[in-house]
């Protein structure tokens, strides 16, 4: 029996030992990359770790990436060393999304030597992906091609257990992040709708019904006590707060994030690295496309631009993306291509659901790694399928191949090269300003937002983020001493005269393009 199993599955473990063995070489050289929303979501889990329940339950940031996380946080709490372990949980959450496109591939029908290429392909693709941000947009990617694992296996409606499984998956993909409640619940009705359509037996239709009840109680249940949390302690029903701090960001009075233009903002709480770690608190204008007609061309003005974006993200992925697309409509609605039309049209559909959430309000480029994917199996499906029917012979069909792969991973494997150590720098920069300097407590900066931030995750200092007044002394001191800043960090500022009555310049120009004022 395992001798069968091996040989079974013996691609896909020589796939994922080469992807293992890469993550083990590659993972120092990307130790130091950091984000400001990896910082938040490091801080959540330290509060989850801490039972500190009140900071940890976090409308913006969904807890599922942190929860992972604790378990690393048991041995070692230090900023760099969380840090790592956001990568390695990164990395192991990529060896499941490879499992998951190789289950995906079988269900499609993709013959092993193109599932062998499109898992090797992967690799690269995978690996950026896990590496170079620290965020649960890889995770929410990973669960959701195990929900489509379910719900576009023909036999979805055999077992009563696919609609329980497909909720729960659904569930998780929310706790990963609040954009998968609603793309969960559009999709999951809509393709328990077209089963139920296009089923003549009404034995199976009753299936489609059991399992479609199952699969939204499971997931309403299960989401249902997060969103009570997260409800219960901002006094108000909500899925999440990033969606309505990203429509009030675009909205056409917005001046951007608040940190950039609001002044020096008290973190979030009292362990709070920023305000980042819950910018639920940040005083943002709301507005809504149907208040007004300006209002209403500036929502249509703003999802155009999202679509442009959309494209442009979808070409970083591939050269080839738009023709994928455009020959999987040929494919669908192709007489001779009847057998591969409804799978060619699912992922279709998924893919103009998920992109199309996302341009109601805000697009990037990590938002859309799903489609990344999706996009990448269309196409080896599609060569599959002209292979198999002989509209292509062998020799097209490897230079096709060649050309695919290369169009997919030329951009991972580049940016995979220009983040190599990136970062590394800041660290460096951070340890000067604590052995050196003794930087710590609060913090301010008359610029660099987010690079200070990473200097105060390295301190376990707090920042306070950009002064208002950055050039008049008088209203910088006022604002400086009302937030009890202990230290100043001004980057490049050619006023070299800041006439600050309690703070005092103790780097005299030691470090090139920062000085440092010390309160007194």
Request: hydrophobic share 45%; aromatic share 14%; proline share 2%.
């Amino acid at each position: 029996m395992e001798n069968k199993f091996l040989m079974h599955h013996k691609d896909l473990i020589l796939i994922l030992a080469l992807y293992s063995i890469l993550s083990v070489l590659l993972l120092n050289s990307y130790r130091y990359v950091i984000t400001a929303d990896g910082i938040s979501y490091i801080g959540v889990a330290r509060n989850y770790l801490t039972l500190n329940w009140s900071d940890a339950i976090n409308g913006y940031w969904a807890p599922l990436f942190s929860w992972l996380l604790i378990p690393f946080l048991l041995f070692n709490k230090t900023a760099l060393y969380a840090l790592l372990s956001a990568k390695i949980l990164s990395l192991i959450v990529g060896f499941f999304t490879i499992i998951g496109v190789e289950r995906l591939s079988r269900k499609m029908g993709i013959e092993r030597v193109f599932r062998v290429v499109l898992l090797f392909s992967m690799i690269p693709i995978v690996l950026s992906f896990a590496l170079t941000f620290v965020t649960p947009d890889l995770l929410v990617t990973c669960l959701l091609v195990f929900y489509l694992v379910i719900i576009f296996d023909s036999k979805y409606s055999n077992k009563l257990s696919n609609g329980i499984f497909c909720g729960v998956i659904g569930a998780a993909a929310y706790l990963a992040k609040a954009y998968a409640l609603p793309f969960f619940v559009v999709h999951f009705v809509f393709f328990n709708l077209v089963y139920y359509s296009k089923s003549s037996s009404k034995d199976k239709k009753r299936n489609i019904s059991k399992n479609f009840l199952l699969g939204i109680s499971v997931f309403l249940v299960i989401s249902g006590v997060w969103i009570g949390a997260i409800s219960d302690k901002y006094g108000e029903l909500t899925i999440g707060t990033s969606g309505e701090y990203n429509q009030a960001l675009i909205g056409p009075e917005s001046q951007g994030h608040p940190m950039y233009y609001q002044g020096l903002l008290k973190p979030s709480n009292k362990n709070a690295i920023s305000v980042w770690e819950d910018p639920s608190n940040l005083q943002m204008k709301k507005w809504s496309p149907f208040k007004s007609i300006g209002y209403f061309k500036h929502q249509i003005f703003i999802m155009g631009e999202n679509v442009v974006s959309t494209i442009d993200y979808l070409e970083y992925f591939s050269l080839l993306s738009l023709l994928i697309i455009l020959f999987s409509l040929f494919f669908i609605f192709k007489p001779s291509f009847k057998d591969s039309r409804d799978k060619l049209m699912y992922l279709l559909i998924t893919v103009i659901l998920y992109c199309g959430g996302y341009t109601l309000i805000l697009v990037e480029m990590r938002y859309l790694y799903l489609i990344c994917i999706l996009l990448f199996l269309m196409a080896f499906y599609m060569l599959n399928i002209s292979f198999k029917q002989k509209i292509i012979n062998i020799k097209m069909r490897n230079v096709l191949l060649i050309l695919l792969i290369f169009s997919f991973i030329i951009m991972p494997v580049i940016t995979l090269i220009q983040t190599v150590n990136m970062g590394e720098g800041t660290h460096n920069l951070s340890q000067t300003l604590k052995v050196d300097y003794g930087v710590h407590g609060n913090i301010a900066s008359d610029d660099e937002w987010e690079k200070t931030l990473h200097i105060s995750y390295y301190l376990n200092a707090k920042y306070y983020g950009i002064t208002k007044n950055a050039t008049n002394s008088n209203d910088l001191q006022r604002e400086l001493e009302n937030n009890n800043i202990n230290y100043y960090l001004v980057w490049d500022n050619q006023n070299n005269n800041l006439d600050l009555e309690d703070y005092r310049e103790i780097t005299h120009g030691n470090i090139q393009g920062l000085r440092i004022y010390s309160r007194t």
